[in-house]
């Protein structure tokens, strides 16, 4: 039996994995950590989870990990966690690098970046609270799962054919959201492999799966032999997966996978491989990847705006096979200064896609309304919820702030100059691909996100929002500079965003980025599988819990009574072009890089605006998005809403839930963005 040797790109040897680990170190010694007197004080303090319950199972769900004793993590060991993580790395750099440590003030900086933590002042994403300080960057050096997102170009596909789609699969493993464009299209060949074949035994590790489509796609499109899988080595369905959580699902997607990639290429053999071939097999990689939902990723798919072959693509009525796959992309077009935006308003109408992103606008301008300054001119996409501008197998690390939490500008500057820290930190840890180190060595491009804005505008006012942007970006401007000499890196290329948020904002009771909620008060329902730990304390706190209706013997619904604050307007209220003008508004004060925003809008009533509304706003934003609101009830909607009333009466029902004694298990990351909007 023939074992082939592993792919000689760096990407995907066990040695170059463990790199960025050999670069932080490995002496337990060495390692940062916060003083235990510290810590304890928090140890009987209650979370400010917010959402009557809601955010405390998120936290239990997604991002509690297993301890050595197989008890779950308390949020105080968390955040204990992540900023010892966070703080190790900035060490591990500063004595790599021979530069100036000082021991107490790292512990006093720490101190306070636990405390704003902790208050959920700010909170790192959800890649990091899952992943920071743990095995899976501690030892294994995998700081790319600190990630939130990325972008991979198919524009290069004559030097590299399979480069693009091993990297989307090997980031989408890892959890990162991953955009790609559509430009390789007839640029390579498609060839049948030769008689010869090779065997490859498929290692049982995300890099053997990445490995495998690699060598199918390479024995199509590089004239390479015909390669015969083994896959004995995968193990079977059922068996918990350490460290990133989950449980497998055995060989079956890989195996589906390999068949349906074959399926793609084998009627091309003799022409180009095609726009919808490239986009079909990022869409089935995809599909593989969140096989048995143990792993959550999301794509975007970047396309011409006059190409009818592209914007088909989700139309079914054309393209019935990708029904089946079609879903795991936003599919989103370069929109064009100046262009005609009658036809994609008609689609947008029918089915809320695509999306627009205006190309030019994200390389030529930082915040928009400041003269331009081409500091992206190496753009040529962004990440799935369209909040990062990105270059080629660039990735990038978001923070989430919220500034309804903080009664003074003052304090909010604090927030964010630890919000900043934690991010800039995250740009130390090296990717295992060289092509990204690249990329994300120079620009070190950075999120740094504020949700809770409909309740910050609602209780303070607009003006008010637009001082505190305006102060607060100035000052992460300063706190750049500051950074980056001590750290002796460059400055960041861009700073700013505007995340849609999801599991993030709901721990600390926030609506997500810029979005308006759907009620002042409603009922948040959840649905988990029947057999989970969880379940038992929220029954016995009082929540509804019901069989759902769509799977009653395997999933279950859980209520969550909500309310986000008094005066608050619903999503209803605010128009379309609020919703845009308030997209501009953060875009041209605070966000560098861009602002994720779906509008949703009345098909009936607003529609027929749609045009000239885009053609305001394609001057003042990088990108958008449009969904038709379709107003219908149906059994068990995840969003319910209710009276002040109805409220009080269902939460007076609950008591605190009470977790200890529940079963120990390893949480489930999120997605990378924890957008619903965005994800898969």
Not at 269 to 279: P, W
Not at 643 to 660: A, F, G
Not at 663 to 670: C, F, K, S, Y
Request: hydrophobic residues 35%; aromatic residues 10%.
């Amino acid at each position: 039996m023939l074992r082939l040797q592993p792919f000689r790109n760096p990407t995907y040897t066990r040695t170059h994995v463990r790199l960025p680990h050999r670069q932080f170190g490995t002496s337990s010694d060495s390692r940062f950590r916060l003083e235990k007197e510290f810590v304890d004080q928090y140890r009987n303090q209650a979370p400010p989870f917010g959402f009557n319950g809601l955010g405390e199972l998120v936290y239990k769900r997604s991002y509690s990990r297993v301890k050595p004793n197989k008890s779950n993590e308390e949020w105080f060991e968390t955040v204990e966690r992540v900023v010892n993580g966070t703080y190790h790395m900035q060490k591990s750099h500063i004595e790599a690098n021979g530069l100036p440590w000082d021991s107490q003030k790292a512990q006093l900086s720490a101190q306070e970046m636990y405390r704003r933590i902790f208050e959920m002042k700010f909170l790192p994403p959800g890649r990091g609270l899952w992943a920071m300080g743990t095995d899976i960057t501690e030892e294994r050096g995998l700081y790319a799962a600190l990630n939130n997102c990325a972008f991979v170009s198919t524009e290069a596909l004559t030097h590299a054919p399979s480069k693009p789609f091993a990297f989307l699969m090997d980031m989408a493993m890892l959890g990162v959201g991953v955009g790609f464009d559509t430009n390789g299209a007839n640029q390579i060949r498609v060839e049948r492999p030769s008689s010869t074949t090779n065997r490859y035994v498929i290692p049982d590790s995300r890099e053997g799966w990445v490995e495998s489509v690699k060598l199918l796609l390479d024995s199509y499109l590089t004239l390479g032999n015909r390669i015969e899988f083994d896959y004995s080595l995968i193990r079977g369905p059922g068996v918990e997966i350490k460290g990133f959580g989950g449980i497998s699902s055995g060989p079956a997607p890989l195996k589906e996978l390999h068949a349906e990639l074959t399926a793609v290429l084998e009627p091309l053999v003799g022409s180009k491989l095609t726009l919808t071939s490239i986009v079909d097999i990022m869409n089935l990689i995809g599909k593989c990847v969140v096989s048995g939902n143990v792993r959550r990723t999301a794509e975007i798919a970047f396309g011409d705006a006059t190409s009818e072959e592209y914007i088909d693509l989700k139309d079914y009525t054309k393209n019935p096979a990708r029904a089946a796959f079609g879903w795991t992309s936003n599919n989103s077009v370069y929109g064009t200064l100046g262009m005609d935006y009658t036809a994609l308003c008609h689609r947008i109408t029918k089915n809320g896609e695509p999306g627009i992103a205006w190309l030019e606008n994200m390389q030529k301008y930082s915040r928009m309304g400041q003269p331009p300054d081409n500091k992206d001119y190496r753009v040529r996409g962004g990440n799935p919820c369209l909040e990062q501008s990105l270059e080629p197998y660039e990735l990038c690390c978001l923070v989430e702030t919220f500034p309804h939490k903080h009664d003074t500008l003052e304090d909010f500057k604090k927030t964010l100059s630890y919000a900043f820290l934690y991010a800039k930190t995250v740009t130390l840890g090296r990717s295992h691909w060289p092509e990204s180190n690249t990329v994300m060595l120079r620009n070190r491009r950075i999120g740094t996100s504020m949700s809770g804005i409909a309740q910050f505008i609602t209780s303070r006012g607009l003006d008010e929002l637009k001082e505190w942007c305006q102060e607060g970006y100035d000052h992460i401007q300063a706190e750049d500079t500051q950074f980056s000499e001590w750290l002796a890196i460059p400055k960041s290329v861009k700073t700013t965003c505007i995340k849609p948020s999801g599991t993030v904002s709901l721990l600390a009771g926030a609506t997500p980025g810029m979005h308006y909620p759907i009620s002042e008060s409603y009922i948040r329902r959840v649905r988990m599988p029947h057999d989970s730990p969880l379940l038992a304390p929220l029954k016995a706190s009082g929540h509804n819990v019901e069989p759902a209706h769509e799977s009653p013997d395997k999933t279950v619904v859980v209520d969550f009574p909500i309310t986000v604050g008094k005066g608050i307007r619903k999503a209803s209220e605010v128009s379309m072009w609020e919703q845009m003008s308030l997209a501009a508004f953060l875009q041209k004060y605070w966000a560098d890089n861009q602002v994720s925003c779906t509008v949703t809008f009345d098909p009936n009533t607003e529609a027929a605006s749609m045009k000239d509304c885009l053609n305001y706003f394609q001057y003042q934003l990088k990108g958008i998005s449009l969904l038709p609101n379709y107003t219908g009830v149906y059994q068990q909607m995840p969003y319910e809403s209710i009276s002040e009333d109805v409220y009080h009466s269902l939460s007076s029902k609950l008591t605190p839930t009470n977790w200890k004694g529940s079963q120990a298990a390893e949480p489930v990351p999120e997605k990378f963005c924890d957008a619903s909007s965005c994800t898969f």
